[in-house]
């Protein structure tokens, strides 16, 4: 299953670069309609509230098959022309687990760190973090990366972890993406601080009136 939609959120800056995104949910049984997604709707729902960019979300529903997530990785960066491509589920240890495999096959380079800090989050709230097998890789000048399954471990991970005050004590991922997404020269994407403050160099940041 498949569709397109573009999501500007009121406060959106449509001076920012637009942004094509694919978001992709694999698992077996809610891509048979056994039970309802949620992972697409937690991916949607992150992005536009932590990106100020337009956004055109390219979304995907399939199962568990390593031919078939390649497949659709590839088709999303080489035809899609997604800068970013974000999965949620099939990283663990089951026999079907096969997202971690499938996203290598199509990957020009590696990218670790992403992996490593997603379990380093994870965690902080469960033993079993370990058991997850997340990556992150770069085709082209796309930047692929495969969250967990589970929506509040989806932002825990994208966002990081904060204090009371509302404080970044753990850094999330998604402070990584834009200049990551910038050094492979896609669009110049722009966060809400409140949300998830990007971090740059200071040679990096692009001032307002150049937009």
């Known amino acids: 299953m498949s569709t397109a939609t573009t999501t500007s959120l009121p406060t959106a800056d449509h001076s920012c670069d637009p942004v094509t995104i694919g978001i992709v949910s694999i698992s077996d049984r809610a891509s048979t309609g056994v039970y309802e997604d949620k992972g697409l709707p937690a991916l949607k729902d992150w992005l536009s509230r932590a990106l100020l960019n337009p956004i055109t979300f390219e979304a995907r529903l399939i199962p568990d098959e390593q031919a078939t997530i390649s497949a659709t990785l590839t088709e999303l960066v ?21 997202t971690p495999e499938a ?21 902080a709230f469960v033993p079993t973090a370990i058991l997850s097998r997340q990556v992150a890789v770069i085709r082209h000048q796309s930047l692929i990366i495969n969250l967990p399954g589970q929506p509040k471990a989806i932002a825990e991970t994208l966002e990081g972890l904060k204090d009371d005050q509302g ?18 020269g896609g669009p110049y994407l722009e966060t809400r601080p409140e949300v998830c403050k990007a971090f740059r160099p200071k040679n990096a940041v692009r001032p307002a009136n150049n937009r």
Not at 103 to 123: C, D, N, Y
């Open 167 to 184: 404080q970044a004590v753990v850094h999330g991922i998604f402070a990584a993406v834009p200049y990551c997404i910038d050094l492979i």
């Open 78 to 98: 080489d035809e899609a022309k997604c800068s970013l491509v974000l999965t949620t589920g099939g990283t663990g240890p089951a026999l079907r687990d096969v």
């Open 103 to 123: 996203t290598l096959a199509v990957a020009h380079k590696e990218m670790p760190g992403f992996g490593e800090q997603m379990r380093q989050i994870s965690l």
